[in-house]
């Protein structure tokens, strides 16, 4: 009956603020509750699937290797000194010459003619110097006209040197031990002076040149072994030998030109073409992971490694050498045992919640 009475006679005000204060902490509680639910969505809907790698350490026998087209370091366009007539060829494509040979005689009779009247008038100058000598030791004649004969007599020697010289210029003759690559001339064409009749290589001083990316140049030294395949011999390998390294970068190009000399040129011809594999220092413990973790990023080179949270962190990397078909060499960035994805990568951003399948 109290509690009858009591109720029966509870103010209107009281009713109504027990009532909002219901309605609000429903409310509070259906909020935190909906909360609760995206959070678990969100964490569910995020999380990408990767397959993981371990960085792992490898022995590599350090290579580089590049294609070039072979080269004679002595190739050279034998030059007509003088001009003229040609009167006779003494050599065709493919004949091996010796250094001083004669390879063709330009039309000389000019020279000739010019040499015996220079000649002639040494002769006459000499005789004349000669008396003079013997005058002026008597005092017979001035110093004056003494040094008048002299000088007369000098500058005909010089004369007479300047067209033996043209004379001999006449035989065009190798300049060293070679090959005949290409004859440039015809018989009865007239040259010109300093025009070319041959083209003359060495094929002893064969050579490739190959260009390498900066990042690997560091590795190469002169003097280090080399090997080369020729297309045109594919069951061969050829034993050389780094000779050169270039002491500059091409900045356009991002290489560094080496020189590679042949142990044994004697079957090889310049403008064969084949890939040369330089030997670099072998190395016990390099870093290495998948090829196909690495994204290429411009210039630069990226990974995602996995921390033990679960989060796909972008890290940048520096690579080596191509260790093999499926697997390069890490120089910088990484740690070993070091945790890669090497597949999924594509849908990662850094910071995304991976799971490993």
């Not at 063709?104 to 009779?109: F, G, K, N, T, Y």
């Not at 000739?112 to 002769?123: N, Y």
């Not at 041959?198 to 560091?218: N, Y």
Request: some cysteine.
């Amino acid at each position: 009956m109290i509690h009858s009475h009591l109720a029966t006679h509870r103010k209107p005000g009281q009713a109504a603020t027990r009532t909002a204060f219901i309605c609000l902490a429903a409310v509070w509680l259906a909020a935190c509750s909906g909360a609760h639910s995206y959070e678990s969505a969100s964490e569910h809907t995020v999380a990408v699937p990767v397959k993981i790698q371990a960085v792992a350490q490898a022995s590599i026998s350090g290579s580089v290797e590049a294609l070039a087209e072979l080269e004679a370091d002595r190739d050279t366009q034998v030059l007509a000194r003088s001009g003229g007539q040609v009167v006779s060829l003494a050599v065709e494509e493919g004949d091996e010459v010796s250094r001083g040979q004669v390879l063709l005689s330009l039309d000389d009779e000019q020279a000739r003619m010019a040499l015996q009247q220079a000649e002639a008038i040494l002769q006459r100058l000499e005789r004349e110097w000669q008396r003079s000598s013997d005058l002026i030791e008597r005092q017979l004649v001035s110093r004056e006209a003494h040094d008048r004969v002299r000088f007369d007599y000098q500058a005909q020697q010089a004369a007479v040197a300047l067209l033996r010289a043209d004379l001999s210029d006449k035989q065009v003759k190798a300049p060293f031990d070679g090959i005949i690559a290409e004859r440039l001339v015809n018989k009865g064409e007239v040259l010109k002076p300093l025009q070319a009749a041959f083209r003359l290589v060495d094929p002893t001083s064969i050579q490739a040149v190959i260009h390498v990316p900066e990042k690997q140049l560091g590795s190469i030294q002169a003097g280090m072994p080399a090997i080369a395949r020729l297309a045109a011999y594919p069951d061969q390998q050829f034993n050389a030998t780094v000779i050169r390294v270039a002491p500059r970068v091409d900045y356009r190009a991002g290489t560094g030109r080496v020189v590679i000399a042949f142990n044994d040129a004697n079957t090889l011809r310049p403008g064969q073409f084949g890939s040369i594999k330089i030997k670099t220092a072998e190395r016990a413990n390099a870093l290495v992971i998948a090829a196909q973790s690495v994204v290429l990023d411009g210039p630069t080179s990226v990974v995602y490694v996995i921390s033990d949270a679960g989060l796909a962190q972008r890290k940048q990397i520096v690579l080596g050498q191509q260790v093999d078909a499926t697997h390069v060499e890490v120089i910088s960035g990484l740690s070993v045992n070091d945790r890669v994805v090497s597949e999924g990568h594509n849908r990662l951003d850094d910071g995304s919640f991976v799971l490993e399948v």
